[in-house]
């Protein structure tokens, strides 16, 4: 089977950084794009960044010039880099990926566990 295993969330004051990553492990024939979602308690889980296996980029517009996607394929990891964070970046982050198993033909979408992320003074 497929993990997801995020690392890197935690309390920062406004302002702050932090840097999330997630790597995928199991029987891993190929990964497509790859994400970050959040979720506030009571609302949906919204899309912060994907990237393609291409390295083509997609942000949220409340993210634009703060957060940085970035993965590394030979390690099946991706990472956001968070900068300027705002108390309304406080979330769970979810990492998510578009996976083919090894001897399997057709794609399937994994989450992570989530991490949270904490912005306040």
């Known amino acids: 089977q497929v993990q997801l295993v995020e690392s890197g969330g935690g309390l920062v004051q406004p302002g702050g950084s932090l840097k999330l990553s997630c790597a995928a492990s199991?029987?891993?024939?190929?990964?497509?794009?790859m994400g970050w979602y959040r979720q506030i308690p009571g609302k949906q889980r919204e899309l912060v960044a994907a990237i393609t296996s291409g390295g083509s980029t997609t942000y949220a517009d409340s993210v634009k010039g703060r957060f940085t996607i970035s993965r590394d394929n030979a390690k099946n990891t991706v990472f956001l880099q968070m900068n300027s964070l705002k108390p309304e970046d406080t979330a769970v982050y979810y990492c998510?990926?578009?996976?083919?198993?090894?001897?399997?033909?057709?794609?399937?979408?994994?989450w992570g566990q989530g991490t949270q992320v904490t912005v306040s003074s």
């Open positions: 998510n990926a578009d996976i083919r198993l090894i001897s399997m033909l057709t794609w399937k979408n994994y």
């Open positions: 199991g029987s891993i024939a190929s990964i497509a794009t």
